[in-house]
Nanobody, 117 residues
Framework: EVQLVESGGGLVQPGGSLRLSCAAS????????MSWVRQAPGKGLEWVSGINSGGDRTNYADSGKGRFTISRENAKNTVHLQMNSLKPEDTAVYYC??????????WGQGTQVTVSS
């Protein structure tokens, strides 16, 4: 059974930091590109960041450049998103997405991030 389990969300003040994690199982994680995607209240899905299977290539949406860092630990089947200098507009449900070598896409259940004073 494929599982992607996000953790690390919560309530943080503007300017604060959070580190999201996504634990994967049930598929070839080390061969899969991984992404973080978010959905703000009342809005559609927004791609945030991606990392290739080897972890040596990363990409970021303009909204997170310079503030967010994606990383992965293939030995632990885990991908992280370090978010610094958080803004109220970063408030959203953050989803972990896997694009497997098989061509299938897998999604986690999401973790809520709320940035508010």
């Amino acid at each position: 059974e494929v599982q992607l389990v996000e953790s690390g969300g919560g309530l943080v003040q503007p300017g604060g930091s959070l580190r999201l994690s996504c634990a994967a199982s049930g598929f070839a994680f080390a061969n899969s590109a991984m992404s973080w995607v978010r959905q703000a209240p009342g809005k559609g899905l927004e791609w945030v960041s991606g990392i290739n299977s080897g972890g040596d290539r990363t990409n970021y949406a303009d909204s997170g450049k310079g503030r967010f860092t994606i990383s992965r630990e293939n030995a632990k089947n885990t991908v992280h998103l370090q978010m610094n200098s958080l803004k109220p507009e970063d408030t959203a449900v953050y989803y972990c997405n896997a694009h497997a070598i098989s061509g299938y896409d897998y999604w986690g259940q999401g973790t809520q991030v709320t940035v508010s004073s």
